[in-house]
Nanobody
Framework: QVQVVESGGGLVQPGASLRLSCSVS????????MSWYRQAPGKQRELVAT???????NYTDSVKGRFTISRTNARDTMDLQMNSLKPEDTAVYYC??????????????WGEGTQVTVSS
């Protein structure tokens, strides 16, 4: 069993900052990608940011320059620093981990999500 747990969501005003965290635990050989997705009411889930095992990052255009994804010293933990938040950032944010369960078999797991609400 692999568990993915997000934390750090909340209600903030426009222009404020939040930091989301994601931890992965369980029977994992190695993690190769960790990503943040979000889903706003009535919209499809979208990819927000990805960090590969090698440290490469990729962001959706709407968050470039405002959000930063990072892996901590424990490589099974990932953060998303969100600055200059806008009402359109309001969504449930999900952590996704892609990993090897052994030397050749890959799988992925999702967290249950954490709510981020940006409103005055």
């Amino acid at each position: 069993q692999v568990q993915v747990v997000e934390s750090g969501g909340g209600l903030v005003q426009p222009g404020a900052s939040l930091r989301l965290s994601c931890s992965v635990s369980g029977n994992i050989f190695s993690i190769y990608d960790m990503s943040w997705y979000r889903q706003a009411p009535g919209k499809q889930r979208e990819l927000v940011a990805t960090m590969t095992a090698g440290g490469s990052t990729n962001y959706t255009d709407s968050v470039k320059g405002r959000f930063t994804i990072s892996r901590t010293n424990a490589r099974d933990t990932m953060d998303l620093q969100m600055n200059s938040l806008k009402p359109e950032d309001t969504a449930v944010y999900y952590c996704n981990a892609k990993y090897y369960v052994n030397s050749y078999e890959v799988s992925e797991s999702w967290g249950e999500g954490t709510q981020v609400t940006v409103s005055s």
